[in-house]
């Protein structure tokens, strides 16, 4: 009965103290249920401490490290936040003079740094996309008063720090003065803080083990260690805490039968004799150094080739601390890129899609046009402001094709003379147009215009009365119809010439119109020319040209003329052979001049001036050698 009264008797304080068989799980104080309140007390109410927070707002001027706040010894909960990302670094320098981070102006890399007795989580995002700033996050406690700096080099966007002091802890947050943190601060508040905490003192445990012993007993006195059934045993130490450079390991006590020297649970043994752990160094070698290499900064360009960049240092770890070496300790290795091209996106750029069209006029200073547009990175045609206006190309340039030339041009003279007998006009077309041979001497048509109109004669006429016209005149529209006017008269026409008669001699005759209706471009297309050009030669066959154009009935350039009818542009001219002036005064002076030419002595000036009638009728001959007899 005794045995099974101690079987549920162990059952109930395993259970009690191990959690067994259950396997629930056990309370901060061993037993189920309790929590650490954020004071650090198990089972605690947060009655324990307060909470100290506030905001730096100075507005700084001078570039370098600046004190932000002073967090006691004891502290925990850190947590230290830059409010905007900028180019600002925070640091943390403990107050024996030890950089933890970012000291010395080396900016270190993101990760976990040990410093006062704590681990720190430090924090830079580096997306480009990111807008928040730099953070350092610890649970604490600290060992040491820890100085928070900030690296200033922009305007200050406001750092938020709080952290967590116990209420034995009379000593608050020592925070810059206005002169003290190198700047101004905002009307005069350059930190915001509060504490938030309550007096009274913790009613529950504090943080030691409760006894099994009931309040109204007085617990049992300890047999020597001799007479103890169970005792705390050196078993042997923990493993190094580093694995290079300066590590630590601890002592391990463990619970033992005092005969057997079994393993048994440590509640068997008592807590207040078991020896504290002692501390040895281990791993003492330095470790080799090594490349460390900061994240890459924002890319220098939002589109095309850019550059970014990163920092990297020689460093080596020992005693738990990462410390900056001379390049030269890291030369086992191939240092990292600390620059690199990079490229967000392609930028739209010009593209030129045509070639630069013909000039806008044939003569004078026109204009020519080409195709320009802005394409994105995938070819598509976007708005011009897309691509830098300062490099887009020119799509509109002025272009000089000579100075135009005039001319008069005119058709061929009209086959109908205006009257049948006797004395008639015929007509022909008169233009003044801009000549395209930039080579004929034209500079203009000038007042002298061509006749229009030339005297025919189809013949006598016999004595007889006949009504006769006169050239229409011009049309009164340019284009489409218009009309035009003639004179009308009642002749008689004799040997003797035109007697102009009443016009009721010639009522029996049907009378021509003096008016009628006419639409110039209902011409059709005819054949122009211009005068002929000076020959090219005044004797022994030359050339001479003119420019000939087939002009619609608006006075354009077309082809519907009918080639066959088309005037000559080319022709021969002075076809007669070079006869040269001959002096009266030169004849010859001996009747046997004829010898003198066959004997070639015209070159001689005797000769020449006593025959210079043969000598001039041939040919000049050249002669390097002019002398006198």
Not at 36 to 51: F, H
């Amino acid at each position: 009965m005794l045995s099974a009264l101690a079987m549920l008797m162990l059952l109930w304080l395993q259970t009690l103290f191990l959690g067994k068989p259950w396997a629930q799980t056990l309370g901060c104080d061993e037993y189920l249920g309790k929590v650490m309140d954020r004071c650090g007390v198990c089972g605690g109410d947060n009655t324990a401490c307060r909470l100290v927070s506030g905001q730096f707002k100075h507005s700084l001027t001078k570039v370098g490290y600046h004190k932000i706040v002073e967090i006691p010894e004891g502290a925990t909960k850190i947590n230290i936040t830059e409010m905007v990302k900028s180019r600002n670094y925070l640091a943390l320098r403990s107050r024996s003079g030890r950089s933890i981070i970012n000291g010395n102006w080396a900016i270190d890399r993101p990760g976990r740094y040990e410093g006062v007795g704590t681990m720190f989580t430090y924090r830079r995002p580096n997306e480009i996309s990111s807008t928040a700033g730099e953070s350092f996050v610890a649970e604490g406690p600290t060992n040491e008063i820890l100085d928070v700096f900030m690296i200033y080099q922009q305007p200050n966007p406001d750092i938020h720090y709080e952290f967590i002091l116990p209420l034995d802890n009379s000593r608050g947050p020592q925070l810059p003065t206005d002169g003290g943190a190198g700047g101004n601060a905002v009307n005069g508040q350059g930190v915001t803080d509060r504490y938030d905490g309550y007096s009274g003192s913790n009613q529950g445990s504090q943080g030691g083990y409760p006894s099994l012993v009931p309040d109204n007993q007085l617990p049992q006195p300890q047999p020597p260690r001799w007479q103890r059934e169970y005792n705390w045993k050196l078993t042997g130490t923990t493993d190094c805490s580093a694995t290079c450079g300066k590590g630590s390991r601890y002592s391990v006590f463990n619970c033992v039968h005092r005969v057997t020297h079994a393993h048994v649970s440590e509640t068997l043994c008592d807590r207040a004799t078991k020896p504290s752990p002692q501390e040895e160094p281990c791993n003492t070698e330095p470790c080799p150094a090594f490349w460390d290499i900061g994240e890459w900064s924002e890319c220098s360009r939002t589109c095309g080739l850019g550059m970014q960049h990163r920092q990297v240092l020689c460093r080596q770890l020992y005693a738990n601390r990462t410390l900056n070496v001379h390049t030269s300790r890291c030369r086992h290795l191939e240092r990292p890129e600390t620059a690199s091209t990079c490229q967000l996106k392609i930028c739209s750029e010009w593209q030129i899609r045509s070639e630069w069209s013909p000039c806008s006029v044939p003569c004078g200073v026109g204009q020519k046009r080409r195709d320009v547009h802005c394409l994105s990175n995938v070819g598509d045609v976007v708005a011009d402001e897309e691509c830098n206006m300062n490099l887009r190309p020119n799509d509109v340039e002025n272009c000089d094709m000579g100075p135009c030339a005039k001319s008069w041009f005119f058709t061929e003279w009209g086959s109908r003379c205006s009257a049948e007998c006797g004395m008639g006009l015929r007509t022909r077309g008169v233009l003044c147009l801009t000549n395209h041979i930039s080579s004929l001497p034209l500079e203009g048509c000038g007042s002298e215009r061509p006749p229009e109109t030339q005297v025919c004669n189809n013949g006598p006429c016999d004595s007889r009365i006949e009504w006769y016209t006169g050239p229409w005149s011009q049309c009164s529209a340019d284009c489409g119809r218009g009309t035009q006017q003639r004179l009308v008269a009642c002749l008689m026409s004799s040997v003797d010439g035109f007697t102009v008669m009443p016009q009721y001699e010639c009522s029996s005759l049907d009378k021509p119109l003096g008016q009628q209706s006419c639409e110039i471009k209902a011409c059709g297309t005819k054949w122009y020319h211009t005068d002929w050009s000076s020959c090219s030669k005044t004797c022994e066959g030359g050339f001479r040209i003119r420019e000939v154009r087939c002009l619609s009935d608006d006075l354009q350039s077309t082809e519907g003329c009918e080639e066959h009818l088309r005037p000559p542009d080319k022709e021969e001219c002075n076809p007669q052979p070079c006869i040269p002036e001959i002096d009266e005064n030169c004849r010859d002076k001996y009747f046997n001049c004829n010898v003198v030419v066959q004997a070639r002595l015209c070159v001689y000036n005797y000769y020449r001036n006593a025959c210079c009638a043969s000598c001039s009728r041939v040919p000049h001959r050249a002669s390097g050698f002019r002398g006198q007899r």
